[in-house]
């Protein structure tokens, strides 16, 4: 599959009844990830957590980093990929368990 075609991937569909979407969000604010989860309609079935693009797919992949040699990084770098990538994981993890209880759990209607 070629990366950034969204025909390959309806194309992957193993079921008419799958759905597949996307949303852009900042996935490390707390207020992204409740867009993120009440634009898609549902808790997703798949959380993956990697560097890299977002993409929603009834899969989330959350996370972001300045990628570079451990050793040269400088400490502010550091700290930023921790702090996104974390708080990435913290956000989506907390707003899907919350959407379990319904789209007005985070915000939705």
């Given at each position: 599959?070629?990366?950034?075609?969204?025909?390959?991937?309806?194309?992957e569909?193993?079921s008419?009844?799958?759905?597949?979407?996307?949303?852009?969000?900042?996935?490390s604010?707390?207020?992204?990830?409740?867009?993120?989860?009440?634009?898609?309609?549902?808790?997703?079935?798949?959380?993956?957590?990697?560097?890299?693009?977002?993409?929603?797919?009834?899969?989330?992949?959350?996370?972001?980093?300045?990628?570079g040699?451990?050793?040269?990084?400088?400490?502010?770098?550091i700290?930023?990929?921790?702090?996104?990538?974390?708080?990435t994981?913290?956000?989506?993890?907390?707003?899907?368990?919350?959407s379990?209880?319904?789209?007005?759990?985070?915000g939705?209607?």
């Amino acid at each position: 599959m070629r990366a950034g075609s969204w025909a390959d991937v309806q194309a992957e569909r193993v079921s008419p009844e799958q759905k597949f979407s996307y949303v852009s969000a900042d996935l490390s604010r707390v207020e992204g990830a409740k867009k993120a989860v009440v634009m898609c309609g549902q808790v997703p079935d798949i959380v993956i957590c990697n560097a890299g693009r977002c993409l929603w797919l009834t899969l989330l992949t959350v996370g972001a980093s300045i990628p570079g040699f451990f050793a040269d990084q400088a400490p502010e770098t550091i700290e930023f990929n921790m702090q996104t990538n974390y708080m990435t994981a913290v956000w989506t993890a907390h707003v899907c368990h919350l959407s379990c209880n319904g789209p007005k759990a985070v915000g939705g209607n």
